[in-house]
């Protein structure tokens, strides 16, 4: 009996984790899209969160106010694949900078990576200083969000457990 009651705290542990990431995931996509649109509607940045839907929709009206909205709930919804892409690679990194790492890669693919599949965004000899250090410093602020809270979570349910057993096998 106290087996199975074991196995399935474990499971609910897991999954309960897994909705957790899955929560980060949203609204830190959800937060910081936003934070990228205030600095796009503020001119910080010529890239707003519109440039998402660039690949794929026609006409004026995604970088009107309904394309950035509808470019922020995206972002969100990506952002969960993203965050639990995170918690199975580098869950276990204690640090900030494995956030702050993170979020720069992430900036990295999305602006010369992936940047042959925007048709809008200029190359980023003529983007500008502005749109490099705000989108920069966004994206690393979101690494650093889904980052240190899933690591953080990570910690908080498996860390405990580790801890426990290290002392019982040694002795």
Not at 11 to 36: H, N, Y
Not at 49 to 57: F, K, T, Y
Not at 157 to 169: H, I, L, M, N, S
Request: with cysteine.
């Amino acid at each position: 009996m106290d087996e199975k009651q074991l196995e399935q705290n474990k499971q609910e542990s897991q999954s309960s984790f897994m909705s957790r990431v899955v929560g980060v995931g949203f609204f830190g996509g959800l937060i910081w899209a936003i934070f990228g649109f205030i600095a796009y509607y503020l001119n910080f940045s010529k890239v707003g969160p519109a440039l998402v839907l660039a690949p794929w929709a026609l006409g004026k009206w995604k970088s009107q106010w309904i394309g950035q909205l509808i470019s922020i709930v995206i972002i969100a919804l990506l952002s969960i694949l993203v965050a639990i892409g995170y918690r199975y690679a580098f869950a276990k990194i204690k640090s900030m900078w494995g956030g702050i790492v993170f979020g720069a890669a992430l900036w990295g693919i999305v602006f010369y990576l992936l940047h042959p599949i925007f048709p809008g965004l200029e190359p980023m000899n003529t983007i500008g200083k502005n749109t490099i250090t705000t989108t920069l410093c966004i994206y690393i602020l979101y690494g650093v969000f889904i980052g240190y809270s899933i690591s953080f979570e990570y910690r908080e349910r498996y860390g405990e457990a580790q801890e426990k057993k290290q002392p019982a096998q040694s002795s």
